[in-house]
Every structure is written in structure tokens, then in C-alpha cells.
């Protein structure tokens, strides 16, 4: 297929996305390590009324952390984070693998179907991901919200549909290449 600027700059884009996730996750995993190091400033700071009046606009109410819940509250908060950055990664790797494998094949490879599934996969699986961390928040804040992004899930339901499309494609091109 033939490559063209939009083609080439999404691509670009996906891979920077990449690099971008995976340098958050790092990043994350040494927050991480930094918060279980220094968990007793943390929790002092949390008792002070600069935390609170700090913190008043937040997913989480302020006022109900404490010290008690504020490093598995920070423990949760970073393993989602990283999950989420690690399956975001992954889906920009995907959509970048994709422009660059159509550069010299047909868009409907086995290859690409493969990971357009795969795309679809990851989308569902980020509001459960997040779903599920709100559970486990609720069991250290009992005033949690639990809610779950319906477009996300549609999302990942279009892009396995796509899937089927392209896999379709991909058996069509076979048999066509079969004739000839």
C-alpha cells in the first residue's frame, strides 16, 4: 500500500504515544517506590489541614483519607496507573505496528487482524481495569463512585468488529491470490 503523510504522521504519532506510556510507567514505578519509602512523611502530611484544603478538588474525598488508608490508597492509585499506562503502550504499539507492516503488505495480512483484535481487546479491558480499582478503592473509602465508561467498552466493541472486517479482507485477498 502505498505510504502517505497521514499514513507516516499516525504512525510517528502512535510510537511517540508509545514512548510516552512507557516513560509514565516508569515513572510511576519509581513514585511508587518513593511513596513506600518515605510513607511516614506521607501519612504525617495527610493529618495536616494543608493536605485537606489542598486536595479539595480530587476522584477521591480528601477528608475521608487519612493515615490509616493513604498508602494503599497510593499503592492502588499507582499499580492502576502503571496497568493502564502498560495497556495504552501496548495499543499505540499495535497501531504503530500496523501502519508499518501495510508500508510493505496488504493492510489485510494475518499479522494486522491479529492486532486489531488485539486493539479491541485492550479497549474493553481499560474500563474493566478501571472498574475494578474503584472496587478496591471502595474497600479503603467507603465513599467511593463506582462507574464504568460505556463509549470505551463501545469503542473496543467497534474495533473488534473491524477486526472481523479485516480478517474477511484477509481471507478474500487469500483466495484471490489463490487465482492468479
Known amino acids: ?50 493536605f485537606t484544603d489542598g486536595f479539595k478538588v480530587s476522584i477521591i474525598d480528601a477528608t475521608l483519607v487519612n493515615s490509616s488508608n493513604i498508602i494503599p490508597l497510593i499503592i492502588c492509585g499507582a499499580i492502576l496507573a502503571m496497568v493502564l499506562l502498560t495497556l495504552t503502550a501496548l495499543m499505540f504499539r499495535n497501531v504503530n505496528l500496523i501502519f508499518k507492516t501495510t508500508n510493505q503488505e496488504s493492510p489485510f495480512a494475518a499479522v494486522n487482524v491479529k492486532r486489531v483484535q488485539q486493539i479491541g481487546y485492550i479497549a474493553i479491558s481499560l474500563p474493566i481495569v478501571k472498574l475494578v ?48
Open 1 to 50: 500500500m502505498k505510504s502517505s503523510k497521514l499514513r507516516n504522521f499516525t504512525a510517528g504519532f502512535a510510537k511517540f504515544m508509545e514512548v510516552v506510556a512507557w516513560i509514565g510507567d516508569g515513572l510511576m514505578a519509581v513514585c511508587l517506590i518513593i511513596s513506600l519509602i518515605f510513607s511516614n512523611k506521607i501519612k504525617e502530611f495527610v493529618e495536616t489541614k494543608e
Open 133 to 180: 480499582a474503584n472496587v478496591i478503592a471502595g474497600l479503603f473509602i467507603q465513599d467511593t463512585v463506582i462507574s464504568v465508561e460505556l463509549s470505551e467498552v463501545l469503542f473496543g466493541l467497534i474495533i473488534l468488529c473491524l477486526a472481523q472486517y479485516f480478517a474477511y479482507g484477509a481471507s478474500l485477498e487469500k483466495d484471490v491470490n489463490g487465482l492468479l
